[in-house]
């Protein structure tokens, strides 16, 4: 048996590549878009993928299922657990006007992989059709299971969040409902071996909850005796208080990519490879209102970027401000270095940024004579000074961590406006007022800066943000 782990890091998200390395045969696992990552792994390793499948329609990226479903007609194994309103849509909508090869899967089903065995397991709460896969490994003499693929259900250190549906998506009402389903879904854990290994959907850093561990694999006995979001299983009401209390506000884009993978996606068919543009090009299309997408460095970008540029250095998160400032139906154009556009690429993809209509070298953007007199400069307080000036009385700060971040400690007197829901809250924001902006390392200030500066706002960010606050203890 040959297990793989899958990791993209920028959305703290894991698929699984599961082969039997007897039969030659292998299952991918919630996969992402660009699948030819999980291709040439599996031929690497001598094995064929044969199908593919997923614990739920996810909201953090735009699932690989309906492009395997394209590739090699690849049995597609999907949850039938949600009824018709979180069954895809799309399964009869192959490119050659026949439906996928595909299986609606219930709990209790059973499938196989060579030698190696799934078992479905429903396990509502994160949303209303989420399965988890019992795994047996025959081939190698097991009679029982050795691992539980969780997706969102079971994290290491947390639960999945039941609450993305009314948060994310706009279904009012789902909320506590789903809390309750959790709950119900939990109480399985008790019929599982200690021994049971855990493979989770996400790690740290994922908005799919709030407290998940950067340890990549648990245990069963592990996650019962250590788990916080376990804490209250036999308390149902205060499990559903705790479960939706200081959850982060999750990015916009999760809506948009609920309703595509459940209606579906537009198949790429393969990783698509934006052009270089020459210099005409480029400045033809900037002046057509493109978006420029930087990718430089915070400092060069801070010293000069072109008027309505954001920042987005390949450090960050893309996803997290991309796909909570940009209109995903919107052209786009990368600036930066050859090596890394392949990389911005998936990353745009991934959650569901299509339009890419070329990239642009950063060296050359620099060295362009024809946007003299145009460049750009964003105002800093410097890392040394950040404590010494969120105090005065002419400094409006705006704050944009998560709430739960802002209800620990803040600066007296500051707005606070989450970044990731920042794009539905502008007409709170002055424009006749300078916004200096902070967060907790500077990372989000850094890129709101050039989304609020794109659309005329006054802002000053605040270097190093509460860490350095902290240095001069200016906070409640």
């Not at 990368?334 to 950063?362: K, L, Q, T, Y």
């Amino acid at each position: 048996m040959f297990v793989r782990r899958i990791e993209d890091e920028q959305l703290a998200q894991v698929s699984y590549l599961i082969g039997c390395q007897r039969t030659g045969e292998a299952i991918v696992i919630d996969p992402e878009r660009d699948i030819d990552r999980y291709i040439d792994l599996a031929k690497q390793q001598g094995l064929t993928i044969v199908a593919a499948t997923e614990t739920h329609i996810h909201a953090d990226f735009i699932s690989g299922l309906r492009e395997f479903g394209e590739h090699n007609d690849t049995l597609l194994l999907v949850s039938g657990e949600g009824g018709a309103d979180w069954t895809p849509g799309w399964l009869d909508q192959h490119s050659s006007g026949s439906s996928y090869n595909h299986r609606l899967i219930m709990d209790g089903d059973t499938f196989s992989i060579g030698n190696i065995e799934f078992k479905v397991v429903h396990t509502p709460g994160h949303t209303p059709e989420h399965v988890s896969f019992l795994v047996t490994d025959h081939g190698g003499g097991a009679d029982s299971p050795m691992a539980i693929l969780s997706g969102d259900f079971l994290f290491v250190g947390d639960l999945g969040r039941p609450d993305l549906l009314e948060s994310a998506a706009g279904q009012i009402g789902s909320m506590e409902p789903s809390a309750r389903k959790l709950f119900q879904s939990i109480q399985l854990i008790d019929g599982l071996a200690e021994h049971l290994q855990v493979w989770p959907g996400h790690g740290a850093g994922s908005a799919c909850g709030k407290a998940l561990g950067a340890v990549p694999t648990s245990t069963i006995g592990y996650e019962r005796r250590f788990n916080g979001a376990l804490s209250f299983s036999d308390d149902e009401g205060r499990f559903v208080e705790e479960i939706l209390s200081g959850q982060p506000e999750p990015p916009l884009y999760f809506a948009n990519m609920k309703r595509l993978n459940r209606d579906g996606a537009a198949v790429l068919g393969a990783l698509p490879t934006p052009q270089e543009m020459d210099e005409d090009q480029f400045v033809a299309s900037y002046q057509e209102g493109v978006r420029v997408i930087d990718t430089r460095q915070w400092k060069r970008f801070q010293q000069a970027h072109l008027p309505g540029a954001w920042s987005i250095p390949m450090t960050s998160r893309l996803g997290s401000y991309l796909g909570s400032f940009g209109d995903a139906e919107a052209p786009y154009i990368i600036v930066g270095e050859e090596a890394e556009i392949e990389e911005v690429v998936r990353r745009m993809i991934r959650i569901g940024f299509d339009r890419i209509v070329g990239w642009f070298p950063s060296d050359k953007m620099e060295s362009c004579r024809r946007f003299d007199g145009s460049w750009l400069q964003l105002d800093e307080v410097d890392a040394d000074q950040v404590h010494s000036v969120v105090h005065r009385d002419d400094v409006k700060v705006l704050d944009l961590r998560r709430a739960t971040e802002y209800q620990e400690e803040h600066i007296s007197g500051a707005l606070n406006l989450s970044h990731t829901r920042l794009a539905l809250h502008l007409d709170e924001l002055d424009k006749d007022t300078t916004w200096h902006l902070m967060c907790e390392t500077g990372d989000r200030s850094e890129r709101t800066a050039s989304f609020l500066a794109s659309r005329g706002y006054s802002v000053i960010n605040l270097a190093g943000g509460m860490q350095n606050v902290r240095s001069g203890k200016v906070v409640r």
